[in-house]
């Protein structure tokens, strides 16, 4: 009897983890990556000797036992990455207007690090953390219980309020509830839209352990590609996929320039607009392309690539989240005068025990409204006064950074840009958006998107199915290939995988 044929559409990490699973277990799998490589948000890139990454820039939960350690073990990624764990004692650090705060590591850590400057709300943070881990409990998603269904009573109520509502509640004083947010850039929250079951889950994912992956995060996607073509399955760069083909009933492949891939199933680990472009396929409904075409986008970055000279800038080994104001909220919403209203700036981690950066990033909210006029222009290729807007801003960007650390100018060697427009040409998300489709609990069901679609044999992954982030993409893999082998075999297989 032949084996299924699986073609997948895009090679980041839902393409890449719905590969390996399948291919694993018995699957003909072929991926199709428009792009010279692989790996989505987990690209990175080289300039004078020093890597950069472009989307994971640090990972939670992967200490022995935790969910994420768990997935990687199951994948079979864990011997294939070395892990840089960020400061207990302050793995990310917020300022807001000058004044600085710190996240540790572990229920007791964090509440006790934050009461010393907020010693009237011990309580309160005590009300706040008990609720984020009942929420991030009651998910089955998070503690792989199952993967069928996420939809408990306490997670259903907590995906339509949002999450400056329910922090407002447990929470008085409003300096510390803005200090609790103060890293949405993460995953760019929305004040009065964003449920607080996504603060939640991304709260818990990395209180509990926070790493960099040393070297860069396109090391899980080499060894995914690894464990993918030793299972028999193909990958295939530079293959931009056209059109999914369709009959009256079914997809039945995909064509590329000049190639046609037959399939049993397609799976599109890509932007829900751009399959929405390549199939025009009758079964998929007016109203249901009407609805994709409507969901809103999270807000598009700009980026400052930093390389350092030698040996002039210790390493950091935390995130850094600052504000020139009191509050975080609101950042996306700038005019020219006032542009950077926050930023987030990290080192990359280059070597186990790093000791002075090599090179880093500073990020902040673009609008795609900015740089629409060149939509259409190719890399490199985009005129004097795109880099001149380019040049402008990072400039910007470093200067607001000076104010909290002063010698960061004069550590710089050089420094690359990138804006909303080079993440839609290397990802092809919507409009350049961060992390893709917004979450917006005003929206409910309808904000959400599914793995199935009208096309019985068509499935979607990737950050837009079921939340951003790799425990998000990895919980939708797991999701979209539940389809073909069942929630109940995948959850017993991570189980098998680290007994």
């Known amino acids: 009897m032949s084996r299924q044929r699986v073609v997948i ?6 393409g890449l983890s719905s590969g390996l699973i399948l291919s694993r277990n018995g699957y003909d799998v072929t991926i199709l990556e428009q792009g010279a490589q692989i790996g989505g948000c987990l690209q990175c890139f080289r300039r004078q000797g020093v890597k950069f990454e472009t989307g994971m820039h640090f990972i939670g939960s992967a200490d022995e036992g935790q969910v994420l350690n768990r997935l990687l073990r199951y994948l079979g990624v864990l011997d294939d990455i070395r892990l840089s764990r960020l400061d207990i004692n302050g793995y990310n650090v917020v300022s807001l207007d000058g004044q600085q705060f710190r996240f540790a590591n572990g229920r007791e850590a964090f509440i006790e690090t934050l009461a010393k400057d907020f010693p009237h709300e011990r309580d309160g943070l005590h009300r706040y953390f008990d609720l984020v881990e009942r929420v991030a409990s009651a998910s089955s998603f998070r503690t792989l219980r199952r993967a069928d269904s996420d939809a408990s009573p306490l997670n259903t109520t907590f995906q339509l309020r949002s999450m400056n509502e329910v922090i407002g509640e447990v929470i008085s004083d409003e300096l510390l509830r803005n200090v609790l947010v103060g890293d949405l850039p993460l995953y760019a929250a929305e004040y009065d839209k964003t449920p607080f079951s996504t603060h939640a889950f991304i709260a818990d ?60 199933i397609v799976i599109a680990a890509i932007h829900p607009a751009r399959v929405m472009e390549l199939c025009d396929s009758s079964l998929l409904r007016p109203a249901y392309r009407a609805r994709i075409a409507a969901m809103p986008e999270t807000a598009g970055g700009f980026a400052v690539y930093l390389r350092f000279k030698p040996e002039t800038l210790p390493y950091m080994n935390h995130n850094f989240y600052g504000y020139h104001q009191k509050s975080p909220w609101g950042c996306e919403h700038y005019n020219a005068a006032n542009w950077p209203r926050g930023y987030l700036y990290m080192h990359f981690c280059n070597a ?28 490199g290729h985009r005129g004097e006064a795109y880099e001149q807007m380019k040049h402008e801003r990072a400039e910007r960007l470093i200067d607001a950074v000076c104010r909290e650390f002063p010698h960061l100018r004069e550590a710089i060697a050089d420094y690359d840009t990138s804006t909303p427009l080079t993440y839609y040409d290397y990802t092809g998300t919507e409009r350049g958006a961060m992390y893709g489709i917004a979450r917006d609990f005003h929206l409910g069901p309808a904000g959400r998107v599914q793995h199935r679609t009208k096309i019985p044999n068509l499935l979607l992954a990737g ?3 079921n939340s951003h982030g790799i425990l998000g993409v990895l919980v939708g893999t797991i999701v979209a290939c539940s389809e073909l082998l069942t929630s109940e075999s995948i959850i017993k297989d991570i189980i098998s995988a680290n007994e």
């Open 9 to 14: 559409i895009g090679s980041g990490l839902g």
């Open 205 to 264: 994912f990395y209180n509990r352990s926070a790493f960099r992956v040393v070297g860069g995060s396109d090391h899980i996607a080499l060894s995914l590609a690894k464990h993918i073509r030793a299972n028999g399955g193909e990958i295939h760069c530079r293959q931009q996929v056209r059109k999914i083909v369709c009959n009256d009933s079914k997809a039945i492949g995909v064509e590329t320039d000049g190639h046609f891939y037959p399939a049993d």
């Open 352 to 379: 186990p025990e790093q000791r002075w950066a090599e090179g880093g990033v500073i990020l902040s909210y673009m609008q795609f409204d900015e740089v629409e006029r060149w939509k259409g222009t190719t890399i």
């Open 463 to 465: 950050q837009n199915t």
